[in-house]
């Protein structure tokens, strides 16, 4: 069985940091590529930064771009999130997501296996 499992969240103050964590198992954790979504109630979830398989390649939603580092490690299987500068629009469930293939990937369709998610709220 696949899974995806979330860590990491929590309450944090605006401009303070948390680092997520997303521990994959039951795939082949380091031919896949991966990506982190975030969802608020009621809204469409979206894409917030997505790595490729070995980590070369990376891409961000520009509302987190110099905020947020997306990065993994193959060893540990396991793919994390540093999350900077916090803002109050940042609150949202985080999801961690697997993709079919290898590279990079910003298309939700992309993306084939999801971790439960992990609240992340910001509070002034």
């Known amino acids: 069985q696949v899974q995806l499992v979330e860590s990491g969240g929590g309450l944090v103050q605006a401009g303070g940091s948390l680092r997520l964590s997303c521990a994959a198992s039951?795939?082949?954790?380091?031919?896949?590529?991966m990506g982190w979504f975030r969802q608020i109630p009621g809204k469409e979830r979206e894409f917030v930064a997505a790595?490729?398989?070995?980590?070369?390649?990376?891409y961000y939603q520009d509302f987190v771009k110099g905020r947020f580092t997306i990065s993994r490690d193959n060893d540990k299987n396991t793919m994390y999130l540093q999350m900077n500068n916090l803002k109050l629009e940042d609150t949202a469930v985080y999801y961690c997501?697997?993709?079919?293939?290898?590279?990079?990937?910003?298309?939700?369709?992309?993306?084939?296996?999801w971790g439960q998610g992990t609240q992340v709220t910001v509070s002034s």
């Open positions: 790595i490729s398989m070995s980590g070369g390649s990376t």
């Open positions: 997501a697997s993709a079919r293939i290898g590279g990079a990937a910003v298309p939700i369709q992309a993306y084939e296996y």
């Open positions: 039951g795939l082949t954790f380091s031919r896949k590529g």
